[in-house]
């Protein structure tokens, strides 16, 4: 596997944008309503994607035929994991979060091993493995806090579970349209259900955000729901599955980092041993390997 021009640009942009963004998500919850928080930075970030989408000249449209799809692609890579990690990061430190939504790799591996059929070679077993136990290390200390905050590291891995399914059908999908396009009404359909779980569950919360709120929030829209959503769907799209998720290993490593220097959250030796075994599971899939590897 071999990454062009373009998929390496995309990479290294959507790594800086998602994994500063766990530090700065978690100081824009903090003391805010989380799903409420989400919904603002969805509806701001429509029109910044859509903008995107007209200058760029890509169409909107997507036959009435493929609508129960797009639905489905957006239940598992978009309503499910942004309703559940929002509110795990409102509970938990934003490099824990980051790190236990980034086990999203490892599921999809496993997924695609056992129900799709993809046949996983010997060093992208070593990489599955590598981040693995990377993730294990990094949780070492969040582990042994686990009956205080059950809740949040559940909701965190069952993001991350139902992603990794989202990340297979997004490279299955033969929807004859833009990556842009699947991104775009699948922003749309997270934004109305964000939205609906906000005024049900956080209305009594609501408040004016402060002027740091307001600028996480605007982070978000134009960052990640403007930029890194649409640039994930087409690496997934154009990647091996396994590729895919496994190239981005380095953005919880990014995130446990940003969050300490950016909010002073504690580093320990497991957070730097992790760090080795990430860019070994990073290697076992970007490194160009023998023809028979």
Not at 194 to 199: F, K, R, T
Not at 223 to 234: M, S
Not at 243 to 267: Q, R
């Amino acid at each position: 596997m071999h990454l062009t021009q373009r998929q390496l640009i995309l990479l290294v942009f959507l790594t800086l944008a998602w994994g500063l963004n766990w530090p700065i998500m978690k100081l824009g919850v903090t003391d805010f309503p989380p799903l409420t928080f989400r919904t603002i930075s969805m509806w701001l970030g429509l029109p910044v994607l859509a903008l995107a989408m007209v200058w760029l000249k890509v169409p909107f449209h997507i036959p009435r035929e493929r609508y129960r799809e797009l639905f489905w692609l957006a239940v598992v890579n978009m309503f499910i994991w942004h309703a559940l990690m929002i509110l795990a990061v409102k509970s938990l430190s934003s490099g824990r979060a980051a790190i236990l939504g980034y086990t999203m790799p490892i599921f999809s591996a496993l997924i695609g091993a056992w129900f799709f059929g993809n046949q996983l070679k010997a060093r992208n077993w070593v990489g599955v493995a590598a981040a693995g136990l990377g993730v294990s290390l990094l949780l070492w200390h969040e582990l042994t806090n686990l009956s205080g905050r059950p809740v949040g590291v559940l909701l965190a891995l069952a993001a991350a579970a139902t992603w990794a399914l989202g990340t297979q059908l997004l490279r299955k999908t033969t929807m004859p349209v833009a990556a842009l396009t699947i991104s775009f009404w699948m922003t749309v359909l997270t934004t109305l259900v964000m939205s609906g779980l906000s005024v049900t569950f956080e209305m009594p919360q609501w408040k004016a955000p402060s002027t740091v709120v307001w600028l996480t929030i605007l982070y978000n829209a134009v960052l990640i729901f403007g930029f890194a959503h649409a640039a994930w769907t087409f690496l997934a799209r154009s990647l091996p599955p396994v590729a895919s998720s496994l190239s981005v290993m380095m953005i919880p490593i990014l995130g446990v980092f940003a969050g300490a220097i950016g909010l002073g959250e504690v580093l320990h030796w497991q957070d730097w041993a992790a760090v080795l075994l990430m860019v070994v599971a990073i290697g076992s899939v970007l490194v160009p390997g023998r023809p028979s590897d």
